[in-house]
């Protein structure tokens, strides 16, 4: 099968940047392919969207839809961190209103039936094995439910995540700035009353790491210690005794799941810094988490995806009409942006104080 641009990963970054060339180019001939059977997942983390996401819905031109799946709305977080006094940053003065708080599993499903509607093709179950690039085309060799499919496309968009798989068969190297996991755990809001867990995201600094709680629209609480591996291990934060032990010293955060019975026992995500050196090569580019991947403090994960998958259009169409000034400007914008998130998480990291001497904010203040 011949296409114009296949993309590999159908997450939040692979589906918006079909939407985006789509949006650009309806006549595109455009496929994504992914190495899973299906990407639901009803215990997925990442739940949040600041309120400046809303623009780049209406950029993908799926805003209404956006809107219509009753996704909650999130007024700003409140935060423990660098002093004992609980700030509160209140979306109510932001210029675009609210955020949200998703479903997260939901939300993928919605990017996934929007990018399919716009006409974009859908390989589950297959994996990019081997990629040549020759004569002005990729030849990609895949596993399809164990047997081989051969594809071509003028354009290659990995979008597989930390992975950065189609980077990786390319030789691109990949940096990690730091060894941070999430230890997450899910509680069940059914039997709660609800009155009496306030909404929104909480985020409660220790000696340690950092603690992470947010309501979602699923009737759920999620709950999660950010660490780095070595200390989440020597902590031994998979255990649920010992994570529970942990919860306990907290001085808020631990009330918000006082009533709440856990759905999960606590769970290892990576929650690394981590870039790709070269985002851009001859007919291919990374978008999302596979071409940097940010700190969960900066709670930008989706919308930086969505951002991203614009200026992915942009240099892909540029491609596409045999102009490559696009992939260099795409690669600039990239190293910026996170250029400009490493210098504001390490500002925000240095607010904290109070633990200076320990191992965990020790290697932050450092930076």
Known sequence: ??????????????????????KANKDL????????????????????LPPQASKQFQNLGIWEAFLACNFSSSYGTSSVWGSH?????????????YGWNLDRNAFDQFMIA????????????????HSHWQNEQWILTCEHYHDKLLLNASFVVDATGKKAAFSALQGTEKIKKDK???????????????????????????????????????????????TDSDIASHLKMKDDSHFEERLQQTAITATRVALL???????????HTQYVKSSVGEGWLAVGDAASSYDP???????KALVMSQWA????????????IGLRKYQNLVAYDFELYEKKRNEFYQQEKRFSNTLFWKRRHEK
Not at 114 to 129: D, L, R
Not at 189 to 212: C, F, M, P, S
Not at 264 to 271: E, K, S
Request: glycine share 8%; hydrophobic share 40%; net charge negative.
């Open 261 to 271: 019975s856990d759905t999960t026992a606590p769970f290892l995500v990576a929650a």
């Open 85 to 97: 006094t609980v700030y509160t940053n209140e979306y109510i003065f932001s210029p675009y209103g």
């Open 180 to 226: 941070q996991v999430g230890v997450y755990r899910f509680y069940d809001l059914k039997q709660a009353n609800r009155a009496e867990i306030k909404e929104g995201i909480v985020v409660e600094t220790d000696a340690n790491g950092w603690w992470y709680s947010a309501t979602l629209p699923n009737q759920k609480l999620v709950l999660g210690y950010l």
């Open 29 to 48: 001939h455009i496929a994504i392919i992914e190495r899973s059977a299906s990407l639901e997942n009803p215990f997925k983390i990442g739940e949040t």
């Open 1 to 22: 099968m011949e296409y114009d641009v296949i993309i590999i990963g159908a997450g939040v970054a692979g589906c918006a940047t079909a939407l985006a060339l789509k």
């Open 114 to 129: 929007q990018a399919k509607e716009k006409g974009v093709e859908m390989y589950w179950n297959t994996s990019c094995i």
């Open 313 to 324: 259009s942009f240099a892909i169409q540029d491609f596409l009409k045999k102009d490559r």
């Open 297 to 303: 403090i900066s709670s930008l994960g989706i919308y």
